[in-house]
């Protein structure tokens, strides 16, 4: 089966310093990536996507870089803030048969020094 | 509210118990995902619903677990026999097309299997 992986389950960081997320995965057929973030009790939350035909996209604080050769995502976090502390998933889409679904990593979790 | 909304919030039952799970997703949302989450692990692929029916539900783990959308809005997840194996997070979600594009995530509900 499809497998996502991550390279580190626990990031701490200064507040203030930027924070970079690793995920690897298996699937060369997805074609789309999506990272979410998730704090204690709450379910995951959208935070950015990314298109397999990009290698690169911004918004508001954040990156997502996709390497298609090495199968690699990342999720960087510029100035990272106490609110930033969570767990970070990402997710790719597996297509197959007319069904898509999104396949979760495992999770890294984001701690941030005051 | 807006937001995907799912009931009961916490379920604590005893082996051998029948449960239901409900799920009530963003209006005008056709697609409508379950997964489950275990502590310290993503989220896990369990069913998909496009419209009323179930496009995909390969990630049920046995027949013991079962999932409608008679109406093509609110969802149930029904777990017969439960064992306390099946205690874990269920998350709900949905999303306006059925490609699996941003899903929006409920808050879950947390069962326990005693």
């Keep these: 089966g499809e497998s996502v992986g991550l390279h580190l389950p626990t990031l701490s ?10 995920c690897a995965y298996s699937n060369s057929a997805s074609d789309y990536f999506i990272w979410y973030k998730q704090e204690s009790g709450k379910g995951p939350q959208f935070i950015i996507d990314i298109r397999s035909n990009m290698d690169k996209r911004q918004g508001q604080r954040v990156t997502v870089l996709l390497n298609k050769t090495v199968k ?31 396949i979760f990593g495992s999770g890294t979790r984001l701690l941030v020094r005051p | 509210g807006a ?11 005893e082996k051998g ?22 502590l310290g692990q ?12 179930a496009a995909d539900d390969s990630g049920l783990p046995n027949d013991r677990f079962f999932a409608v959308r008679p109406e093509g809005s609110v969802s149930t997840l029904k777990i017969q026999r439960t064992e306390r194996g099946d205690s874990a997070v269920y998350l709900c979600a949905s999303s306006f097309e059925g490609t699996a594009g941003e899903l929006f995530f409920g808050e879950g509900s947390r069962l326990t299997v005693l």
Aim: hydrophobic share 35%; net charge negative; glycine share 8%.
């Design chain 2, 17 to 38: 118990k029948y449960v239901e799970l409900r799920c009530d997703p963003i209006s005008g949302h056709t697609a409508l995902y379950w997964y489950r989450q275990s």
């Design chain 2, 42 to 53: 993503g989220p896990e692929f369990l069913i998909y619903f496009q419209g009323t029916g």
């Design chain 1, 13 to 22: 960081v200064q507040e203030g310093d930027n924070s970079i997320i690793n």
């Design chain 2, 3 to 13: 937001g995907v909304s799912q009931t009961p919030s916490n379920k604590v039952t």
């Design chain 1, 72 to 102: 690699h995502l990342s999720l960087q976090i510029a100035a990272t803030q106490p609110g930033d502390s969570a767990v970070y998933f990402c997710a790719l889409r597996w297509v197959m048969d007319s069904s898509y679904k999104l």
